[in-house]
């Protein structure tokens, strides 16, 4: 007799939106759509109260475009992929075009919520934001968040939103190629609970853990990054991917320089510059112009390295509101910095060599301007992403908060007359098998040191400098460590969580280096040192994957244009404010 | 011994054990307090300090972050 679900999971559980990751984005999306008068379960792998990328706080609110309108990103955007400047990757603007005209609207269901969008003298305190790219026009916002997400835990328990903390989804439900729900698991209890839903919004965040952070250690305390690392797994991605959606840019990576000093100040607060750039000098004392992957490896052959950065051109009161930007992003590293005789006038920042950082804003879930996740371009039912994890322009602070706003916002209308989710017994009963199967292996591996493993493969194989024979050695190599990830052992549930995690990175690595296989040119700081040039025949176009007959493929797909209206829209507004 | 609970101000309120991204502590049925048990896997955000009703948690950085 076939078996039901009930005798599968420990619990089942039905709802119209399951929202999966309780960070910014996943919050608002939870709070609002309580609001529409929708039943919602938000599950959250660690706890709402102090989880995702602003777990311990965050600075900056970079939400609102400059009076430009869309007509001129749409110049900048082109003229961006012209000079193959990393910003320019977005596949689609129309989704940036939904939050451009929502900013204010955004802005203002914030507040609602009770979150301080304002400064101390009430007004909104706007800064421009100097990062090196197209969003450089942007204006954003100086926020007070170090308690972003107690506030945002609040109004979510408040709208009666059901709160799963400490669970995480082990596999998508699928059922004719829509999602029905989620598979997931307790991480404090093993408990194995299923989830049914109409629609399935996937909130995760980004993933930067292919890569290595600072630490040096082979062992142990393997996080030192800048964002919270259980919301940098790119939980979404494979979730995702293997529901069959398309990941795209999976080549391409943020890169920044690595920044440690012994003070061990992380960045996040050099957005207060007020667009005035900041220097950079040899341990000489040489000015360096424009510092980039390229300038540095010139530098360190001369003998010319260390460098760092300097602000102390900058006047007194900037490093005072430097301290502040500290304490509302990264309060205990400011103070242990205190303690140890950090100056923020004097301190000179160590830059080190430029490394990837990680996947988020431009590569990863392939979405439109309805926030639907997308299979060969086309959205799959059920299936929704937004914030970090998302290849849309719904990164960052902003992104995520808009996003998951106006989806929820328009679930009613999306979700009218969607019927009733059919869940595939035989395919609960397979994900549990998966997620417990840790618990069974004997002299095991930990999950951390096979993470380690795949560290050390991307940043060895695939890094900054990438290279045909690199690559293929790389996924070599990756095949022949995937032989580990059955000897995945779980002591007690909570290595469930890397457990999990690893298996999500293992497969991503793979779409990763494929992506980078394809891409045969050097374009910004994305290098290919055996094609040294710009490949014209790329311009306009991005690399899309997914998972097709139980195979990976791969294709190029066009950059989507600017729909007429939006367009006309965006011209007429300029004219007016003309 | 980089995240240390001074158990003589701990009240054994649990918002540690409840709050940690990076699930690194364990909750001790018996004596009712929080145990520092995958400090491997912390990241040094704080929130546990930042959260703590009685300031019970001092946090020093490994040697390995300089």
Avoid at chain 1, 170 to 183: H, K
Avoid at chain 1, 341 to 348: A, E, I, L, S, Y
Wanted: net charge neutral.
């Amino acid at each position: 007799m076939a078996q039901r679900i009930e005798q599968v999971a420990e619990q089942v559980i039905e709802t119209d939106v399951l929202i999966i990751g309780g960070g910014i984005g996943g919050c608002c999306a939870a709070a609002k759509a309580r609001e529409k008068g929708l039943d919602v379960i938000l599950i959250e792998k660690a706890n709402i109260d102090r989880s995702g990328s602003a777990a311990q706080g965050i600075d900056h609110y970079e939400g609102f475009f400059t009076r430009d309108g869309m007509t001129t990103l749409q110049n900048v955007h082109n003229e961006d992929w012209r000079l193959g400047r990393y910003g320019a990757r977005y596949p689609n603007l129309n989704v940036k075009y939904r939050l451009y005209k929502n900013q204010f609207w955004v802005f203002e269901e914030l507040e609602k919520l009770g979150v301080p969008m304002r400064w101390d003298d009430g007004e909104p305190y706007w800064i421009p934001f100097s990062f090196v790219g197209w969003e450089r026009k942007k204006t954003g916002l100086r926020v007070h968040w170090t308690n972003i997400k107690p506030i945002l835990a609040k109004a979510v328990r408040k709208s009666g939103a059901r709160v799963l903390n400490r669970t995480m989804a082990v596999d998508l439900l699928t059922n004719n190629g829509r999602v029905v729900g989620a598979s997931t698991i307790n991480v404090r209890t093993g408990e194995f609970i299923a989830i049914k839903a109409k629609a399935t919004l996937i909130a995760t965040g980004k993933m930067m853990r292919l890569y290595n952070p600072e630490t040096p250690l082979p062992w142990k305390y393997k996080f030192r990054y800048h964002f919270c690392p259980a919301s940098s797994a790119g939980d979404g991605y494979a979730l995702v991917y293997r529901a069959g959606a398309d990941l795209v840019n999976m080549d391409i990576t943020g890169w920044t320089f690595r920044h440690r000093d012994d003070l061990t100040i992380s960045y996040g607060s050099f957005s207060l510059n007020d667009g005035v750039p900041m220097k950079c000098y040899t341990w000489d004392g040489c000015e360096v112009i424009n510092p980039n992957a390229t300038r540095y490896r010139q530098l360190e052959e001369q003998g010319k390295t260390p460098i760092y950065f300097s602000f102390d051109h900058f006047t007194d009161d900037f490093h005072k509101r430097l301290e502040v930007g500290f304490a509302d992003e990264r309060l205990l590293s400011f103070k242990i910095a205190q303690d140890r005789g950090f100056n923020p006038k004097t301190h000179r920042y160590e830059l080190q060599d430029m490394r990837p950082t990680g996947f988020y804003r431009v590569s990863g879930i392939y979405i439109d301007d309805e926030f639907r996740v997308l299979r060969k371009s086309v959205p799959i039912e059920g299936l929704y992403a937004f914030g970090d994890g998302t290849a849309g322009g719904t990164g960052g602070v902003a992104g995520a908060a808009s996003g998951g706003l106006l989806l929820a916002d328009s679930l009613p209308v999306l979700l009218k007359d969607i019927p009733e989710a059919i869940v595939d017994t035989a395919q609960v009963k397979n994900h549990k098998k998966i997620a417990l199967a840790p618990f069974s292996v004997k002299d095991g591996v930990e999950p951390l040191e096979l993470e380690s493993a795949l560290r050390h493969l991307c940043e060895r194989y695939v890094g900054i400098l990438k290279s045909e024979g690199k690559l293929r050695e790389g996924l070599r190599r990756l095949n022949s460590l995937k032989g580990w990830i059955p000897k995945l052992s779980a002591k007690t549930p909570h290595y469930l969580i890397g457990c999990m995690e690893c298996r999500c990175l293992m497969e991503m690595a793979e779409v990763h280096i494929q992506a980078c296989l394809e891409r045969k040119e050097t374009r910004g700081n994305y290098i290919r040192v055996d094609y040294p040039e710009i490949d014209r025949s790329m311009d306009g176009k991005f690399i899309c994957q997914r998972i097709e007959d139980g195979r990976p493929v791969l294709e190029m797909k066009e950059h989507v244009p600017l729909k007429p209206e939006y367009l006309a829209d965006a011209q007429e507004e300029e004219t007016t404010k003309r | 011994m980089y995240v240390k609970i001074d158990y003589h101000r701990c009240i054994g309120c649990g918002t540690c054990y409840e709050r940690c991204p990076q699930d690194v502590f364990t909750w001790d049925e018996d004596l009712n307090m929080p145990g520092v048990t995958y400090i491997e896997e912390c990241w040094f955000c704080g929130c546990c300090w930042m959260d703590c009703p009685k300031r019970a948690i001092d946090i020093t950085y490994p040697a390995s972050f300089f």
